[in-house]
């Protein structure tokens, strides 16, 4: 009996290997054999590394796209270029001068102000969170180092930051129209190692910026300890970053041709990082997902929509690259767009905007999904920050693969951001569940226009 | 029949609660309450930070140190001063100019030579591990920059940092013995983050010290992955550490006076840290739990022999401390040394190094550590750096509490060693396993001397 059932199941498997190709699946394909993602992601962290926008790094890291998507036979790649305004990272140095002198790990916000070269030494005033900083009176802050605290937590979903980014986002702000000499913030971020997270802050038209400072978590929370003793502390901070005017961006573009005139599906990722780690998380790992994926979609034969691959520039310091695409692009019509910019952790969630319509394609894609352990989500997808813009232009149906983001804010933003931080299975499962979804969309000859805005 | 269990067993709890002193047993009262420990480790970050051996720092823990110890009870608490050469850092920078231009993360080794202000650009050789550079002909290496890599892992026991940690030990010397213009090291550490792993190296005399620093594991990896694509690569080195001459440094010795005058038992850790972290891990959670330690075995009653409490200084770079808690004490007759330098992660072994006829101590120790999940090794005890001299002057008997090393590594000599990696349940623990030992050979009234060495 045992015989039987094992010669049985053999003969199944052989006479499988023999008759099916190998991996007539796409989504298998690309589960079990994709190297295209992490192809890009080594190329991006170690042929270029950081690649800050509007600097000499980000011009290297447009050429070298431009020669991967041709060397991997997408159509029509080309650069777009912008101009941008630059700030660049000077010395950031923080020190506790008394009562408990030590060194403090910092690093500067984007759009930071800076200190002279020599240093501003000032008492620091402590805020439990953004709230408490909102609600104190001027007198307090004048001519002070704010020091704003917060409890970020990791979250799947990464709402987390949302909900406690604010010190950052414009902490700053608040604080420099206090009157403050200066700010350091806890770092929007949830590790413990002592790489600061940086990330722009903005300051109103008007507003003259103040040195902004982020620090890591452990010094953070060494200053908060020092500060409960009940003493005053002096901090003497020296960050000379500075604005260097206007300079050239650019995004990089490549397709995969459509055999109908459908209106496009628009991907992207981003191509531009942060200056203090090499970009793996973010995004090297989204331009990875979605360019493997659409050039698998091609090999299984060509779509019927375009697939439009955004490599956006300068993402990081203000969406310059969406902005740019959104407003160039603005006339033609899109199908769709999607985005890959947290991390390369697995997915776990879909989230549709689809006109009513289109119920069965988000059924469809949803039971594509169902095998690689991702679930239908409840709430409308949003898209990302450089489909942003073309998506309000053109109020574009969008699908979201959400990743796992438990440990993105370990990472986002500092020096951290590695490509040994990728694990190659979950970068492969994104790469499935970007094919499973180009696969249907891109050959859905359904409308996908949603109303138009109310 | 349940009611009357229940009021059985609460009877039970509340004459044990009315009768009973509480945690009559030292080692429980330790595993469950104890703070003071915590307290060291807590108030040396944060209120002095890193201390490293020779500067201002050091000297201001020494003086916080005495203020604890002698706050705390413990008797003839004391500074004992010495001289020792001063290694600072300065500047540390290293960029890949060509062909992949990037910073790479690196600090400086202790004792490392000095680039030209302006800099050191030279062709990178690379080899796969320290035997690979000790056979590479000289003319390979004449004018360059060798980067020395491993594979350095894990371990409970930590026996990777001697399998691996040559290359920083030795690396160097060697490096400039054939002619290198400096050497680059992967850190003799196994975390993945961007802080790298200090350390002494030392240079034979008349070898003249090149530029020496390690790389984080991830520029390491970055580094041999641009090496891999077969090209020629240009590093540029900027570290301009130097000597300050003799300073001054010390130790910090404190006791527990014994009953008797039995020799004293010797308990060591270290005062001193490098610069980069605030020396949580290592090693002001040594100080805190032998302290602690001591402070329970006193409180349950005054014991046989004198415990003496030695805060060495200046451990990480020369074990001058130790050498001069040696030669002053080489004379006083001492019963046993042990020592705590392993981080604040749980204890897991016990190895002793005991006379013959002190068989029934080691058996009561065994017994007593058993109940906190500890076992009896089969090698001999070997004590630690900063009793080692004291330990050879005598022959001295030896007990070690082995801790868990698995993390150890990821922390060592980093930025990353700071407060928040300490955790408090395993400190206590560690605590528990000092007390049960102390205990016993504190109030051991049998010789513990060993046969005089061969």
């Given at each position: 009996m045992r015989y039987t059932k094992l010669t049985f199941a053999c003969a199944l498997a052989l006479s499988s290997a023999l008759t099916a190709?190998?991996?007539?699946d796409p989504v298998q394909d690309a589960l079990k054999n994709d190297e295209v993602a992490w192809d890009i992601v080594e190329g991006l962290t170690t042929e270029i590394g950081p690649r800050q926008a509007g600097t000499a790094a980000e011009a290297r890291a447009r050429t070298w796209s431009v020669a991967k998507l041709k060397m991997l036979g997408l159509d029509n790649v080309r650069i777009e270029e912008y101009q941008m305004p630059t700030w660049v990272r000077g010395t950031e140095v923080a020190e506790v001068v008394s009562p408990f002198p030590q060194k403090l790990a910092i690093t500067a916000l984007g759009n930071s102000g800076s200190t002279p070269d020599t240093g501003l030494t000032a008492q620091v005033v402590y805020f439990d969170n953004l709230a408490a900083l909102q609600a104190a009176d001027d007198r307090q802050l004048k001519g002070k180092i704010a020091f704003v605290n917060h409890a970020m937590q990791r979250t799947q979903d990464g709402s987390s930051y949302g909900a406690f980014g604010g010190a950052r986002f414009i902490g700053p702000n608040i604080a420099a129209k206090k009157g403050a000499a200066a700010i350091v913030i806890r770092s929007a971020g949830t590790d413990y190692h002592r790489n600061p997270h940086t990330g722009n802050t903005n300051f109103e038209a008007g507003v003259t910026p103040i040195p902004a400072g982020a620090l890591s978590l452990p010094d953070a929370e060494n200053l908060q300890r020092m500060i409960a003793r009940g003493k005053p502390i002096e901090l003497k901070l020296v960050m000379t970053p500075r604005n260097i005017g206007m300079q050239t961006s650019g995004n990089v573009i490549a397709e995969v041709k459509g055999s109908s005139n459908l209106p496009p599906i628009v991907i992207a990722c981003h191509l531009d990082s942060w200056?203090?780690?090499?970009g793996a998380f973010d995004d090297a790992a989204g331009c990875g997902i979605i360019t493997a994926a659409a050039l698998i979609v091609k090999k299984a034969g060509q779509p019927k929509r375009t697939i439009r691959l955004l490599w956006a520039g300068a993402e990081e310091v203000g969406i310059w690259g969406g902005k740019s695409y959104g407003e160039k692009y603005k006339n033609e019509p899109h199908g769709l767009a999607m985005e890959s910019d947290f991390g390369a952790d697995r997915v776990w969630r879909v989230d549709f905007k689809l006109p009513e319509n289109a119920g069965q394609l988000a059924g469809d894609i949803a039971s594509a999904l169902s095998p690689l352990g991702i679930s239908r989500g409840t709430q409308a997808a949003g898209g990302g920050a450089d489909v942003g813009p073309i998506i309000d232009a053109q109020n574009l149906a969008i699908i979201d693969l959400q990743?796992?983001?438990?440990?993105?804010f370990d990472l986002h933003h500092t020096p951290d951001d590695t490509l040994d931080k990728v694990d190659k299975a979950q970068l492969r499962q994104n790469v499935a569940a970007w094919t499973a979804v180009l696969m249907k969309v891109a050959n859905y000859e359904g409308s996908l226009a949603l109303e138009p805005k109310p």
């Open positions: 190709p190998a991996f007539a200056d203090l780690g090499t990743q796992d983001g438990t440990r993105y």
